[in-house]
T-cell receptor, first 112, second 115 residues
Framework: KQEVTQIPAALSVPEGENLVLNCSFTDSAIYNLQWFRQDPGKGLTSLLLIQSSQREQTSGRLNASLDKSSGRSTLYIAASQPGDSATYLCVAGGGSQGNLIFGKGTKLSVKP | NAGVTQTPKFQVLKTGQSMTLQCAQDMNHNSMYWYRQDPGMGLRLIYYSASEGTTDKGEVPNGYNVSRLNKREFSLRLESAAPSQTSVYFC??????????????FGSGTRLTVV
């Protein structure tokens, strides 16, 4: 059974820092790995989607990597801003429709 | 704006009452999903519909029913609400592409409280 773990559960950094959020998954037979952002009381916003055949994806200040062999993904946020404060969810997509396994998230706080 | 629309945004029910959560997407996606999010548990799949006319159980289907009314709409029904169903419910949709490129789009959620 696939399990997705995110470390740390919470992180507080000063504005301007570069930071890394970690995600690990137990079953390497995934189709993709997706990172979402969730603001309090809001839905989930997709940030980056990495296919199983890819190693990384980039969007603006965000870079996500995927290492299937070690069961790890990282989300790198450059030059963090207070607007980046949110919960970041790592989601592993399996081999069948509907088989998305969510991590419990990392709650990020960026202080001005 | 294109995306996934959920109604209502908030709802309070008494134990034993029934209600239907509505979800509609205008992105022509084939697949739709219902998740619940509970503190410390992450999101868990309740039901999904791979395509119009099909529905399947997810991880936590007990106490729920679904209907895929057409390609756009996927509703979730609680026949007899219980306090354990207090949660935030999210609807999502996806469009399968090659090599399983299932990018997902989520609605803004329905916050349900059962008293």
């Amino acid at each position: 059974k696939q399990e997705v773990t995110q470390i740390p559960a919470a992180l507080s950094v000063p504005e301007g820092e570069n930071l890394v959020l970690n995600c690990s998954f137990t079953d390497s037979a995934i189709y993709n790995l997706q990172w979402f952002r969730q603001d309090p009381g809001k839905g989930l916003t997709s940030l980056l989607l990495i296919q199983s055949s890819q190693r990384e994806q980039t969007s603006g200040r965000l870079n996500a990597s995927l290492d299937k062999s070690s069961g790890r993904s990282t989300l790198y946020i450059a030059a963090s801003q207070p607007g980046d404060s949110a919960t970041y969810l790592c989601v592993a997509g399996g081999g069948s429709q509907g088989n998305l396994i969510f991590g419990k998230g990392t709650k990020l706080s960026v202080k001005p | 704006n294109a995306g996934v629309t959920q109604t209502p945004k908030f709802q309070v029910l008494k134990t034993g009452q029934s209600m239907t959560l509505q979800c509609a997407q205008d992105m022509n996606h084939n697949s739709m999903y219902w998740y619940r999010q509970d503190p410390g548990m992450g999101l868990r799949l309740i039901y999904y519909s791979a395509s119009e006319g099909t529905t399947d159980k997810g991880e936590v289907p007990n106490g729920y029913n679904v209907s895929r009314l057409n390609k756009r709409e996927f509703s979730l029904r609680l026949e007899s609400a219980a306090p354990s169903q207090t949660s935030v419910y999210f609807c999502a949709s996806s469009a399968p592409g090659t090599l399983g490129n299932y990018g997902y789009t989520f609605g803004s959620g329905t916050r349900l409280t059962v008293v």
